[in-house]
T-cell receptor
Framework: DGGITQSPKYLFRKEGQNVTLSCEQN?????MYWYRQDPGQGLRLIYY???????QKGDIAEGYSVSREKKESFPLTVTSAQKNPTAFYLC?????????????FGNGTRLTVT | AQRVTQPEKLLSVFKGAPVELKCNYS??????LFWYVQYSRQRLQLLLR??SRESIKGFTADLNKGETSFHLKKPFAQEEDSAMYYC??????????FGDGTTLTVKP
């Protein structure tokens, strides 16, 4: 069954700890994205990657880091520098980086930092 | 910089009534626009895209470059249309910018 898998579904961490969210896709998509979804604020782009071993900052990259060592994987690390990390995180992929490619989304990871 | 505005956070209509979810955008280039939908307990998914000019689940959306709008319309709303709807803009740089979303409730 093709798609995007995010794990875990729920994640709890203590303040000051880094945490890594997993995102795997078997759609053979070139581009992958991380969004943050907060109530009333829609989706905000954190990082995106158009090709393996390359990625770009989105609109709210501060306090986050990513890697793209494999085409199918795009993990997101929420560092202790992120001032307000508690949020719902969505991973997405698209076939290409052209403007006509829609996004395919995972089910999301809800991160709670206390 | 590109921007997508969905002016209504909440929209409520009765079953069988027409519904229109508004979306306005600002972008200096040639935009490609999409509507995504998130039903309860399901993942966010593509509803329709401007370039396809198709009707999905009775919904249509027309790109109006003069008014920079991409409103989503359905002539007769159904209860199963209740969901969160996001308008999104793709740019040449490969980024997708989303609006804040509109929660549609269709009452029986």
């Amino acid at each position: 069954d093709g798609g995007i898998t995010q794990s875990p579904k729920y994640l709890f961490r203590k303040e000051g700890q880094n945490v890594t969210l997993s995102c795997e896709q078997n759609l053979n998509h070139d581009a992958m994205y991380w969004y943050r979804q907060d109530p009333g604020q829609g989706l905000r782009l954190i990082y995106y990657s158009q090709i393996v071993n390359d990625f770009q900052k989105g609109d709210i990259a501060e306090g986050y880091s990513v890697s793209r060592e494999k085409k199918e994987s795009f993990p997101l690390t929420v560092t202790s520098a992120q001032k307000n990390p508690t949020a719902f995180y969505l991973c997405a992929s698209s076939m290409a980086t052209g403007t006509n490619s829609p996004l395919h989304f995972g089910n999301g990871t809800r991160l709670t930092v206390t | 910089a590109q921007r997508v505005t969905q002016p209504e956070k909440l929209l409520s209509v009765f079953k069988g009534a027409p519904v229109e979810l508004k979306c306005n955008y600002s972008y200096s280039g040639s935009p490609e626009l999409f509507w995504y939908v998130q039903y309860s307990r399901q993942r966010l998914q593509l509803l329709l895209r401007h370039i396809s000019r198709e009707s999905i689940k009775g919904f249509t959306a027309d790109l109006n470059k003069g008014e920079t709008s991409f409103h989503l319309k359905k002539p007769f709303a159904q209860e199963e249309d209740s969901a969160m709807y996001y308008c999104a803009l793709n740019t040449n740089a490969g980024k997708s910018t989303f609006g804040d979303g509109t929660t549609l409730t269709v009452k029986p």
